[in-house]
Every structure is written in structure tokens, then in C-alpha cells.
């Protein structure tokens, strides 16, 4: 258990609707990173935020954005969704912002845009 | 943007050696990173190398980073069949940001 929550671990849902993605990071990390897992795409990061800023943006649409909030969860929202956006979404937290050592990973939202 | 490329499938024999080979191109990566991902879990952190080293070992797993050729490699000795999955390699660049190759099937056969 790498001590990163992610809900809900799976999520059907229709085209054109939106959804909201939860991270929960270690207990006294800052820093929070979401990444996505396609196929065709592999592993992209997203976007950062560290203790509740914007850190670093990443190939993230503008139809996603994301935030986190005082108690450091963080929230991916995904807005008029596609086929295309059918991917495991994955959370990874860090204690600080900055240069450090290891990034632990959730176990991911699967996401199905049917 | 960097890229991280790796091939995409390895296949051994139960008992033997597993080296999973990495290529990288940014040269100011602080750190580089080997993950595992067994089918529908997540990424489980495997072992990292700071990049003023030229190699690791951990138990069963050996790092082995070559700056000159911007190399990694992950030998995994006495491959077990618990040690089938998609391992990824990552490098940290400077925003903190981790960017991945595109992951190596490894297959053990008994």
C-alpha cells in the first residue's frame, strides 16, 4: 500500500458528461501529481499542485483541470467527455514540491467513456 | 518534450537473469526511476538511482546508470513468475515531473 487513495477505482460514464476524480496523497505530502495511462499515449503527466498551488502543467486538455484543497486532497475534473479520454487516471504524492526522491503512486481510476 | 524509451517485451525462463534496458535524453535528470505495474494495479515504486551513481543493488534488483550514454538498466536476478508485469522506467526532470518510457513486458515462463 503506497499510502495514496484514489476514488472511485472505476467509472463508466457517457460522452459529453463530466466527472470528478479523488486523490487523497500520503499523509504529509505536498505534493500532488496526476498522470494519465492510455494505450496509445502511455503513461503523460498532467498537471502538479504542491500545497494547494498550481506547481507545473503537463499535456493536459482544456477541458480537464484540477485542484487541491486545504486538507491537500486533490480533485481531477474532466469535463465533455470523449472516447479518446477512456484511460486509467493516476495520482502520485511527494513530500515537498521540489527536487526530491521518491513519487508514490495510487492504484488509479479506470475511466470508460462509452 | 524528453524521451524515455524502452523496448517493449522481454521473455525468460524461470531462475535466470532479467535486464530491462532504458534510454533517456535529458541529461539534468536528478533521478531515474523503475516501476512496476502487474495487470489492473498500480505503479509500485521498484527502486531508484540518483544520477551521480552508476549503480544500485537491492536485494534481487540491480541498477546499473551509464550518464555518458544516458543508459539505465534493471537486472532482476532469479527471475520468478511473480515478477511478470509492465516495468516502466521514469526520469525526474526539473519541474519534479516524472516522464515515463513507454513500459517493458516482462513474461517469466516456468
Known amino acids: 500500500d503506497s499510502g495514496v487513495t484514489q476514488t472511485p477505482k472505476h467509472l463508466i460514464t457517457a460522452t459529453g458528461q463530466r466527472v470528478t476524480l479523488r486523490c487523497s496523497p500520503r499523509s504529509g505530502d505536498l505534493s500532488v501529481y496526476w498522470y494519465q495511462q492510455s494505450l496509445d499515449q502511455g503513461l503523460q503527466f498532467l498537471i502538479q499542485y504542491y500545497n494547494g498551488e498550481e506547481r507545473a502543467k503537463g499535456n493536459i486538455l482544456e477541458r480537464f483541470s484540477a485542484q487541491q484543497f486545504p486538507d491537500l486532497h486533490s480533485e481531477l475534473n474532466l469535463s465533455s467527455l470523449e472516447l479518446g479520454d477512456s484511460a486509467l487516471y493516476f495520482c502520485a504524492s511527494t513530500p515537498t514540491g521540489g527536487v526530491g526522491t521518491e513519487a508514490f503512486f495510487g492504484q488509479g481510476t479506470r475511466l470508460t467513456v462509452v | 518534450g524528453e524521451d524515455v524509451e524502452q523496448s517493449l517485451f522481454l521473455s525468460v525462463r524461470e531462475g535466470d537473469s532479467s535486464v530491462i534496458n532504458c534510454t533517456y535524453t535529458?541529461?539534468?535528470?536528478?533521478?531515474l526511476y523503475w516501476y512496476k505495474q502487474e495487470p489492473g494495479a498500480g505503479l509500485q515504486l521498484l527502486t531508484y538511482?540518483?544520477?551521480?551513481?552508476d549503480m544500485k543493488q537491492d536485494q534481487r534488483l540491480t541498477v546499473l546508470l551509464n550518464k555518458k550514454d544516458k543508459h539505465l538498466s534493471l537486472r532482476i536476478a532469479d527471475t520468478q513468475t511473480g515478477d511478470s508485469a509492465i516495468y516502466f522506467c521514469a526520469e525526474r526532470e526539473a519541474g519534479n515531473m516524472l516522464t515515463f518510457g513507454g513500459g517493458t513486458r516482462l513474461m517469466v515462463k516456468p
Open positions: 538511482i540518483f544520477s551521480n551513481m
Open positions: 535529458d541529461s539534468s535528470s536528478t533521478y
